[in-house]
């Protein structure tokens, strides 16, 4: 099972970004103060949150299969305000590489990796190591299918696997 965390991380140009605007507004309002004029600025952000978050079940993995071992998982998300659009990234877990994550049951181990699509071809990641992130539209709810598939012929021992993947959204 992959348990993908409800934490986000909202980026939306940076947290020097952020306070480098929140100082300006506030030195132009000192300005316009001084000058005798009358301002008032707002700044609004957008905001994301997740609605919904369902784990990648694979169910049992059977070391002498000859195909690999397919899951399905999802994530609900609701973005409003910025500019309508956002990336949704996911973490590599605890193998710290999206070329073969790692799910672990104890000491011992078993590859898998989460997909973009439906034919498992696209690795879903922050979009670096040859990974890609998955983009949306905001304003509404989304739902995006998270594809998972641990391949076949690996000595695997008796266990229950897991590893946490943290979702990123950035707009």
Same mark, same amino acid.
């Given at each position: 099972m992959i348990r993908l965390d409800r934490r986000?991380?909202?980026?939306?140009?940076?947290?020097?970004?952020?306070?480098?605007? *929140?100082a300006r507004l506030m030195l132009l309002g000192a300005i316009a103060a001084w000058a005798g004029l009358v301002s008032q600025t707002a700044l609004a952000a957008p905001a994301c949150s997740f609605s919904s978050v369902t784990s990648v079940i694979f169910?049992?993995? *059977?070391?002498?299969?000859?195909i690999a071992t397919n899951g399905v998982g999802g994530l609900g998300i609701r973005c409003l305000g910025g500019n309508g659009s956002f990336t949704v990234g996911l973490s590599a877990g605890q193998s710290n590489s999206y070329a073969k994550r790692v799910m672990t049951s104890g000491a011992?181990?078993?590859?898998?990796?989460?997909?973009?699509? *439906?034919?498992? *071809?696209?690795?879903?990641?922050?979009?670096?190591?040859?990974?890609?992130?998955?983009?949306a539209t905001g304003n509404r709810t989304t739902t995006l299918n998270v594809f998972g598939q641990i391949p076949a012929g690996q000595d695997a021992a008796v266990g229950n696997y897991v590893d946490s993947i943290i979702a990123t959204v950035t707009f």
């Open positions: 986000v991380a909202i980026v939306s140009g940076g947290a020097g970004t952020r306070m480098w605007r *929140t169910g049992p993995y *059977t070391v002498f299969a000859t011992n181990e078993l590859n898998y990796n989460l997909y973009t699509n *439906t034919a498992r *071809t696209i690795i879903w990641g922050d979009g670096s190591g040859g990974s890609s992130n998955m983009a």
